[in-house]
């Protein structure tokens, strides 16, 4: 399983969705989180409007992570990721205490 997570730093988790412009993506395995790499594009969301083919630049950019964490996400947004099977889900703070957070979620069964 692979996790996006919307960072302008590279250490946390603190960009919204739509204003994100980079994505660190993580794998899963077993019981740790492992760094695979960074993806850039372009933020699409300008003051609560955002253009659909950038929108979709973002997700097709992320399209094969099953999860990206955000600090926050427009309803608009987000359905359009769960039509591609991609969840949502908000996080705040340094990856590791939010990935360790978001596997103790998928351990327990609250994904």
Known sequence: MRIAAASSDGKLINQHFG???DFYIFEKD???FRYLELRTG???CNGGEHDDD???DAINL???CSYVLVTQIGNGAE???NKRGIIAKIARGF???CLIEFHNELAEGNQ
């Open 42 to 44: 372009k933020p699409f």
């Open 95 to 97: 990856f590791n205490d």
């Open 54 to 56: 950038e929108l979709e």
């Open 30 to 32: 077993a019981d740790r």
């Open 62 to 64: 992320i399209e094969d």
């Open 19 to 21: 204003h994100a412009k």
């Open 79 to 81: 359905l359009e990721l």
